[in-house]
């Protein structure tokens, strides 16, 4: 979590995938992976990691979403932005004030 709060993508991905056998990945873990990405900004890094969520009977929540929605958003990926707030009303999370401003500024 201290590595995704730094916005260290690598060090964060290292820790998710070097987990024990025993520890199961959680929302919180993939989250800061997520937002470690985001921070770093690595759009696509970070859908991957929403989307390895489901690998592991994860769902993603809408802060999830919004972090992958934002990500893109700040590198000027107006169609991914748009890709993703389709998305989350998909998989019937519905997108708020934070959804929608995020795809704005992608504009």
């Known amino acids: 979590e201290a590595a995704a709060k730094r916005g260290d993508a690598a060090a964060a991905e290292q820790w998710l995938e070097t987990l024990p056998p025993e520890h199961t990945p959680n929302l919180v873990m993939f989250s800061a992976a997520i937002d470690a990405c985001a ?26 979403y919004n972090t992958v929605l934002h990500a893109y958003a700040k590198v000027g990926h107006v169609d991914r932005a748009f890709f993703w707030l389709g998305r989350m009303e998909q998989h019937r999370v519905a997108p708020d004030i934070v959804s929608l401003n995020g795809a704005i500024h992608a504009w």
């Open 39 to 64: 921070k770093a900004d690595l759009p696509d890094e970070a859908a991957r990691w929403l989307h390895k969520m489901s690998l592991f009977a994860v769902r993603p929540d809408l802060v999830a």
